[in-house]
């Protein structure tokens, strides 16, 4: 059994991995442990990086048999991450990054494959407008082609901006108002499935490909 430490910037993330990962990964004998930054793996939402960072090289240190991998979003992320400043929405570039000074912190003996960086372009509910009537249908009174009207205007729901205004959850709190991230958000993801995700979102389907492929060398 290949087991991968998630960690995650919210409860959202958190619930989407033990619903909606765990059904793709279990099957395949890799064991995934979401939990959230800080004290007990308390989800406290996006830190400034340092203090990720002391919890990716802990969980790598205390757990020498396992692999780790994140998920936090690129929306609103501070600068202090690795890449950052530079990343102009190049999510790997931040990714490569923080593998090169996860590694450098766990020092020459260490193994760079143990450690599977994602950043989430640009936040969870990207993955949502994969299926616009799924989700006009998970909320409330909204019309399939308002939704629609907004992905159409990007070649995949991760070029959706990360502007404070028009984030992929701003957009949909204007939609509706009654919104709420941690149910809503899960009940359509679990609706739209992985399957759909993946063929819309190619970022999110080149991260879940890598943990796959953990599976081959067991």
């Known amino acids: 059994m290949v ?11 958190e619930t989407f991995v033990n619903r909606v990962l ?9 064991n995934l442990h979401p ?21 990716i090289l802990a969980t790598l240190h205390e757990d020498a048999d396992s ?26 570039a931040i990714e490569e990054a923080m593998l090169a000074d996860i590694s450098a912190g766990m020092g020459e003996e260490f193994d760079p494959r143990r450690f599977i960086p994602y950043v989430q372009m640009h936040e969870f509910e990207a993955l949502l407008f994969s299926d616009p009537k799924v989700l006009a249908e998970g909320l409330d009174s909204v019309a399939e082609s308002e939704v629609r ?12 901006d ?9 957009r949909i709190q204007c939609l509706d108002s009654s919104y709420q991230k941690r149910y ?3 009940l359509i993801s679990q609706r739209i499935g992985l399957d759909v995700m993946r063929a819309h979102c190619p970022h999110f389907d080149a991260w879940i490909a890598k943990l796959e492929a953990l599976a081959e060398d067991r």
């Not at 990360?162 to 701003?170: C, E, G, L, N, R």
């Open 22 to 30: 765990r059904q793709q990964f279990s099957p395949l004998g890799i």
């Open 184 to 186: 809503d958000g899960m």
């Open 67 to 92: 692999f780790c991998t994140t998920m936090f979003d690129y929306y609103a992320m501070p600068a202090s991450w690795p890449g950052r400043e530079t990343a102009e929405g190049d999510a790997d």
């Open 3 to 13: 087991k991968i430490h998630v960690l995650v910037e919210g409860d959202t993330e």
């Open 162 to 170: 990360d502007d404070p205004k028009t984030a992929p959850s701003k």
């Open 35 to 55: 939990q959230g930054l800080g004290k007990r793996g308390h989800c406290i939402g996006i830190v400034e990086y340092p203090r990720a960072r002391a919890d």
């Open 149 to 160: 009207r907004i992905r159409d205007q990007f070649a995949s729901p991760e070029e959706i």
